[in-house]
Nanobody, 116 residues
């Protein structure tokens, strides 16, 4: 059983930056592709970014391209999401996701609020 714990959310002004972290335990971290999703009130959960197990391949939703950077440190069992030039529409609960061939895990989320 893999546990994922997000941190780093908070309140920031538009144009500011935040770095989210997701610490994993209970599994072989390097065997999972990792991702970030977000969900705003009244909306469906949406993809933000993903990174392959090796870190060689990264993927971004259009909303975050050029502003968000996903990275991982397999030695620390941690995945990061650096978010720059934040906009009020980035306000959401951000969730960490771990996916292998047979399993998928979610964290409990961290709130990001961007004020205008």
């Amino acid at each position: 059983q893999v546990q994922l714990v997000e941190s780093g959310g908070g309140l920031v002004q538009a144009g500011g930056s935040l770095r989210l972290s997701c610490a994993a335990s209970g599994g072989t971290f390097s065997s999972f592709a990792m991702g970030w999703f977000r969900q705003a009130p009244g909306k469906e959960r949406e993809f933000v970014a993903a990174i392959s197990w090796s870190g060689d391949n990264v993927y971004y939703a259009d909303a975050g391209k050029g502003r968000f950077t996903i990275s991982r440190d397999n030695a620390r069992n941690t995945v990061y999401l650096q978010m720059n030039s934040l906009k009020p529409e980035d306000t959401s609960v951000y969730y960490c996701n771990a996916k292998s061939v047979v399993r998928e895990y979610w964290g409990q989320g961290t709130q990001v609020t961007v004020s205008s």
